[in-house]
């Protein structure tokens, strides 16, 4: 939803989800207050949906808002415009109208596409790299390998909308066992590898070097940094335990995966080892009832969980148990240069699959105001509009001689959810002027933005010689035409 206010028209999609409920117009009318003509009149697409009604939606039936919206899809719609803009289609003017279709009637169709352009891409870096071992690297990003493992993996937890379920319960067991809300949760943890035959050890940084974890399962030690905060400790401790008490339910998850990358099934099984230590230490309900109780203040539930704000971020991004639904975040780590490092999403909320973020989204703003959470009301060029908070933090193994790295983090949601979130506390949020986004600027085709770094890979350029505008890169757009001035 592109403001607080607007209206949407959902009408096949409210008729799904009526009909796979087993309802009647007159049942649902009754159960969300409205009257059945209007039912009716939303179903046939003759009125629309307000942002209010959407959310009593959401309410009643424990439904994901963001099923609703227009897109059901949008990082499928992401892939499916960015591999639309290559060069070779000669697609260049297709209008956005055309394309939404598509992805309306076809879904499965575009998603078809998408790998087939994908394996395409990944052909032609690998001829480019092979003729050339130092490619440019605007090329190389352009050309990314879509089937690299953090892609693999970035992808399939995202078609999970970030939450294994079955592993959540697992840990959420272990930490009941554990009794975690009652004992101090660090000795609880030793004590359990303790049990397993493990002994944990604080080792020197001199003697760690740059590791901060090393798991000698043959010695039966887990050998941890003295560099890592106390929290830290905790979470790697989780992902032994993870190794140790599940290892064979993270195996079946592997293999369900179907990945045929080495490294992509290596990199899952970390993956799933950091989940479930993140649901042990912030076990589901508990979590999901604190979030509620604090209004989703990271901080609060930092301290309320003796966590890092970015283990407590991340983990907000998860709650999506059916029955015990929390807000559908994105969640997103980049360092200064703009690189991700982390991007996961709940809800609709899409990531290029290449390059960084745009500039004027305020998580590269964050570095300037270390430590303090900022608040930005953003617009995607479809339409959808997003409430986010960011705040800098610093990782673990930082010393005087090798200090250590700085990362934002970026937190959102749609801008329904807000209302819900202390920190749009004092916004008026059907007033408040979004900024508008894009991916970034290779797919971005807002015209006249100051920001951008280059025009879109789609767009030729449109030079003028007798003008000068507040954008360094001007391109021809649909309406222009390449003719305009």
């Given at each position: 939803?592109s403001?607080?206010?607007?209206?949407?028209?959902?009408?096949?999609?409210?008729?799904v989800?009526?009909q796979?409920?087993?309802?009647?117009?007159?049942?649902?009318?009754?159960?969300?207050?409205i009257s059945?003509?209007?039912i009716?009149?939303?179903?046939?697409?003759?009125r629309?949906?307000?942002?209010?009604?959407?959310?009593?939606?959401?309410?009643?039936?424990?439904?994901?808002?963001?099923?609703?919206?227009?897109?059901t899809?949008?990082q499928?719609?992401?892939?499916?415009?960015?591999?639309?803009k290559?060069s070779?289609?000669?697609?260049?003017?297709?209008?956005?109208?055309?394309?939404?279709?598509?992805?309306?009637?076809?879904?499965?169709?575009?998603?078809?596409?998408?790998?087939?352009?994908?394996?395409?891409?990944?052909?032609?870096?690998?001829?480019?790299?092979?003729?050339?071992?130092?490619t440019?690297r605007?090329?190389?990003e352009a050309?990314?390998?879509?089937?690299?493992?953090?892609?693999?993996?970035?992808?399939?937890?995202?078609?999970?909308?970030?939450?294994?379920d079955?592993?959540?319960?697992?840990?959420?067991?272990?930490?009941?066992?554990l009794?975690?809300?009652?004992?101090?949760?660090?000795?609880?943890?030793?004590?359990?590898?303790?049990?397993?035959?493990?002994?944990?050890?604080?080792?020197?940084s001199?003697?760690?070097?740059s590791?901060?974890?090393?798991?000698?399962?043959?010695?039966?030690?887990?050998?941890?940094?003295?560099?890592?905060?106390q929290?830290?400790?905790?979470?790697?401790?989780?992902?032994?335990?993870?190794?140790l008490?599940?290892?064979?339910?993270?195996?079946?998850?592997?293999d369900?995966?179907?990945l045929?990358?080495?490294?992509?099934?290596?990199?899952?099984?970390?993956?799933?080892?950091?989940?479930?230590?993140?649901?042990?230490?912030?076990?589901?309900?508990?979590?999901?009832?604190?979030?509620e109780?604090?209004?989703?203040?990271v901080?609060?539930?930092?301290?309320?969980f003796?966590?890092?704000?970015?283990?407590?971020a991340?983990?907000?991004?998860?709650?999506?148990?059916?029955?015990?639904?929390?807000?559908?975040?994105?969640?997103?780590?980049?360092d200064?240069?703009?690189n991700?490092?982390?991007?996961?999403?709940?809800?609709?909320?899409?990531?290029?699959?290449?390059?960084?973020?745009?500039?004027?989204?305020?998580?590269?703003?964050?570095?300037?105001?270390?430590?303090?959470?900022?608040?930005?009301?953003?617009?995607?060029?479809?339409?959808?509009?997003?409430?986010?908070?960011?705040r800098?933090?610093?990782?673990?193994?930082?010393?005087?001689?090798?200090?250590?790295?700085?990362?934002?983090?970026?937190?959102?949601?749609?801008i329904?959810?807000?209302p819900?979130?202390?920190?749009?506390d004092?916004?008026?949020?059907?007033?408040?002027?979004?900024?508008?986004?894009?991916?970034?600027?290779?797919?971005?085709?807002?015209?006249d933005?100051?920001?951008?770094?280059?025009?879109?890979?789609?767009?030729?350029?449109?030079?003028?010689?007798?003008?000068?505008?507040?954008?360094?890169?001007?391109?021809?757009?649909?309406?222009?035409?390449?003719?305009?001035?």
């Amino acid at each position: 939803m592109s403001q607080r206010g607007e209206k949407l028209i959902i009408g096949q999609r409210l008729r799904v989800l009526r009909q796979s409920l087993g309802l009647t117009q007159a049942q649902m009318a009754s159960e969300l207050g409205i009257s059945p003509s209007y039912i009716t009149l939303i179903e046939a697409d003759q009125r629309p949906a307000s942002a209010r009604l959407l959310m009593k939606i959401a309410e009643v039936y424990d439904f994901n808002i963001s099923e609703l919206a227009p897109s059901t899809d949008t990082q499928l719609a992401a892939d499916f415009s960015a591999a639309l803009k290559d060069s070779a289609l000669g697609l260049a003017s297709l209008p956005r109208a055309e394309i939404a279709a598509v992805l309306q009637a076809s879904p499965r169709l575009a998603a078809a596409f998408v790998r087939l352009h994908d394996n395409h891409r990944e052909t032609l870096l690998r001829e480019q790299a092979d003729l050339n071992p130092l490619t440019d690297r605007d090329k190389v990003e352009a050309l990314a390998d879509p089937t690299r493992p953090v892609d693999m993996v970035r992808r399939w937890f995202y078609e999970r909308r970030n939450h294994v379920d079955v592993l959540d319960h697992a840990a959420e067991a272990l930490a009941e066992e554990l009794a975690l809300h009652r004992n101090e949760p660090h000795a609880a943890l030793t004590a359990r590898l303790t049990a397993q035959g493990i002994r944990a050890r604080i080792v020197p940084s001199r003697v760690m070097g740059s590791q901060l974890r090393r798991f000698d399962l043959h010695r039966r030690e887990l050998l941890l940094s003295e560099l890592l905060r106390q929290s830290s400790r905790r979470f790697q401790i989780g992902t032994v335990l993870a190794t140790l008490e599940h290892g064979d339910l993270i195996a079946r998850l592997v293999d369900e995966a179907g990945l045929d990358d080495a490294a992509a099934r290596a990199l899952l099984r970390v993956s799933l080892g950091n989940y479930f230590a993140a649901a042990l230490i912030m076990p589901y309900r508990r979590f999901l009832a604190a979030c509620e109780a604090e209004r989703y203040d990271v901080e609060a539930l930092s301290y309320k969980f003796d966590t890092s704000f970015e283990q407590t971020a991340h983990r907000m991004s998860t709650l999506q148990r059916d029955g015990a639904r929390g807000i559908p975040f994105f969640f997103v780590r980049v360092d200064r240069a703009g690189n991700v490092s982390k991007r996961f999403s709940a809800g609709r909320f899409p990531f290029s699959r290449f390059g960084g973020t745009c500039p004027l989204w305020n998580i590269h703003s964050a570095f300037e105001r270390p430590d303090r959470v900022q608040t930005q009301v953003i617009r995607m060029p479809e339409g959808a509009t997003y409430f986010s908070i960011v705040r800098t933090v610093t990782r673990a193994g930082g010393t005087y001689s090798a200090p250590a790295q700085r990362l934002a983090i970026g937190l959102g949601c749609d801008i329904a959810y807000a209302p819900r979130l202390v920190y749009a506390d004092g916004i008026d949020l059907a007033h408040s002027r979004p900024v508008d986004i894009g991916l970034n600027c290779y797919l971005c085709e807002r015209p006249d933005c100051s920001a951008r770094a280059h025009a879109p890979v789609n767009r030729r350029l449109r030079v003028n010689e007798r003008e000068r505008s507040v954008a360094i890169f001007e391109f021809e757009t649909e309406e222009s035409g390449p003719n305009a001035s």
